[in-house]
């Protein structure tokens, strides 16, 4: 394509290149979206891509009922909340090649009204690692290097209610030692694709647990003084590059296992956040005093874990007379 040259109050602009104007949109665009929801689109279109290849459908556009026949035959091995996913990005998908993905069609939205009604639509959840839970761990955590980051990585996630992405992506930089505690920037999270951050308090406690002792002990003990605050550590005890997301889900998994916590594999990253927000709401904290804290966009999920809290403190068994 040619330069395109646009009139500018009755002159002749710079020479426009459409072509390299179209690839910065097409950047932008999907820059809109958190890396996490990139990913997991991406293989998510891959699949419908190769289902539409191996039975002869054309794939864009792609009729409603051929999405609608692909959501059946997954229906017993994917989730009805993997297969909502999936069907986000295939109507996304459509958009960005300039095609019109109409989700609320009859032939797609009767079949998910129909995987819902058969299999339910709620999503499962992290088993949240609330205070008593996180205490019991804490108990058989050691004094070695990788426990030290351990301990701070737990107590410093659950008391600032971290995304296990935010966790690991945590610099020295980022994090201000004062004498009341630590101040925490988030530079980015899942909800703030803008890159507007977040400043977050977490109190000096004076106590065994308290946060910010921990995060002192890790630093000065594996001599970090710059860049990435939670690294891997070998058997050796020397330390390695940044923690992905997937290590922390795992050091949760392993301390909740080694603590004797039941069913330790429903711990994942997510509960060090859940555990926050349902400790929070034990404590009696009202729900916008916890979203200053979790930063939640939305009320009607922070209040999943709010439930969650008072579930047995506001049940009516013992005042009925039971």
Not at 64 to 77: F, I, K, N, S
Not at 222 to 239: N, P, Y
Request: proline share 3%; charged share 20%; aromatic share 4%.
């Amino acid at each position: 394509m040619t330069a395109l040259l646009i009139p500018s109050e009755g002159t002749l602009g710079p020479a426009l290149d459409l072509d390299a104007l179209a690839a910065r949109a097409a950047g932008l665009a999907e820059n809109a979206r958190s890396a996490n929801t990139r990913r997991a689109y991406r293989s998510d279109w891959a699949d419908f891509e190769r289902w539409c290849t191996a039975q002869g459908f054309p794939l864009l556009p792609a009729a409603p009922a051929t999405v609608g026949l692909y959501l059946a035959a997954h229906e017993t091995r994917l989730s009805v909340a993997t297969l909502t996913r999936r069907l986000s990005a295939i109507a996304v998908a459509h958009r960005m090649a300039g095609f019109l993905m109409d989700t609320r069609h009859s032939a797609i939205a009767d079949v998910m009204r129909g995987l819902r009604n058969r299999h339910g639509s709620a999503q499962r959840h992290a088993e949240a690692l609330t205070i008593p839970r996180l205490k019991q761990v804490l108990n058989q955590i050691g004094d070695k290097l990788g426990d030290r980051r351990d301990r701070a990585l737990l107590l410093v996630g659950m008391a600032a209610a971290l995304r296990r992405s935010e966790l690991v992506a945590l610099d020295v930089a980022d994090i201000t030692v004062q004498p009341e505690g630590l101040r925490i920037v988030i530079r980015r999270s899942k909800t703030d694709q803008g890159g507007e951050g977040a400043v977050l308090p977490v109190n000096r406690t004076g106590r065994a647990t308290c946060p910010a002792a921990a995060y002192e002990a890790w630093l000065a003990a594996a001599g970090i003084s710059e860049g990435a605050v939670f690294r891997g550590v070998d058997r050796h005890g020397r330390l390695g590059g940044r923690l992905s997301g997937q290590a922390v889900a795992l050091i949760v998994q392993r301390r909740a296992s080694t603590a004797g916590l039941d069913a330790p594999a429903s711990y994942a990253g997510h509960s060090l956040r859940a555990g926050f927000a349902t400790s929070a709401a034990q404590a009696g904290m009202g729900e916008i005093k916890i979203a200053r804290q979790t930063r939640h966009a939305s009320l009607t999920t922070l209040r999943r874990y709010v439930r969650d809290g008072v579930l047995f403190s506001e049940n009516l068994t013992a005042e009925i007379g039971l």
